[in-house]
T-cell receptor, first 113, second 115 residues
Framework: GNSVTQMEGPVTLSEEAFLTINCTYT??????LFWYVQYPGEGLQLLLK?????DKGSNKGFEATYRKETTSFHLEKGSVQVSDSAVYFC????????????FGKGTLLTVNP | GAGVSQSPSNKVTEKGKDVELRCDPI?????LYWYRQSLGQGLEFLIY????????KSGLPSDRFSAERTGGSVSTLTIQRTQQEDSAVYLC?????????????FGPGTRLTVT
């Protein structure tokens, strides 16, 4: 079956620090990969996605590259802001159930001024 | 435009009671999903609707859980004889269609507490 493993949190950084949140996956077929973000008190929002190997998804300064050889989709940002404090979820859709999101456990990021 | 809305935002109920959770998807979205977010289990898929049909109910944890969708729009998730382990945030999402990795737009969720 499908599964997503992402780094345990919480992650605490100072403003302008470099961020990496690791995500690896197991999937049948060729998955599409997503990062969702949940800001405090808000619903889940799609941050970025990639649908095939070597694609790079990017949004709001965040990037992630679909690496088929390492089954990974690590989230990076060069300079985080306090407003990036949120919970980040890596997710995939794959196989015959090409509508069902499988999520990682989530990583809480806190950015201090 | 209007996003996915859910009601109530919070629900506290006694063990053994039935509850109904409502989801209004984005207008025109044919696919609708229910997920559950709990501390122990993370985010779990519950059920998927395409139109008014539910081709995948595989995530419903027991026969106490049921869901329906009417008019290709509003959906109701019903939990009968609630148990404490049902306490979680129930999230609804919708997408243009379920056939492919289209973006799913999530509602704010209903926080259910069973006492």
């Amino acid at each position: 079956g499908n599964s997503v493993t992402q780094m345990e949190g919480p992650v605490t950084l100072s403003e302008e620090a470099f961020l990496t949140i690791n995500c690896t996956y197991t999937a049948t077929g060729y998955p599409s990969l997503f990062w969702y973000v949940q800001y405090p008190g808000e619903g889940l929002q799609l941050l970025l996605k990639a649908t095939k190997a070597d694609d790079k998804g990017s949004n709001k300064g965040f990037e992630a590259t679909y690496r088929k050889e390492t089954t990974s989709f690590h989230l990076e940002k060069g300079s985080v802001q306090v407003s990036d404090s949120a919970v980040y979820f890596c997710a995939l859709i794959s196989g015959g159930s090409n509508y069902k999101l499988t999520f990682g456990k989530g990583t809480l990021l806190t950015v201090n001024p | 435009g209007a996003g996915v809305s859910q009601s109530p935002s919070n629900k506290v109920t006694e063990k053994g009671k039935d509850v109904e959770l409502r989801c209004d998807p984005i207008s025109g979205h044919t696919a609708l999903y229910w997920y559950r977010q709990s501390l122990g289990q993370g985010l779990e898929f519950l059920i998927y609707f395409q139109g008014n049909s539910a081709p995948d109910k595989s995530g419903l944890p027991s026969d106490r859980f049921s869901a329906e969708r009417t008019g290709g729009s509003v959906s109701t998730l019903t939990i009968q004889r609630t148990q404490q382990e049902d306490s979680a945030v129930y999230l609804c999402a919708s997408s243009v269609t379920g056939q492919g990795p289209y973006e799913q737009y999530f509602g704010p969720g209903t926080r259910l507490t069973v006492t």
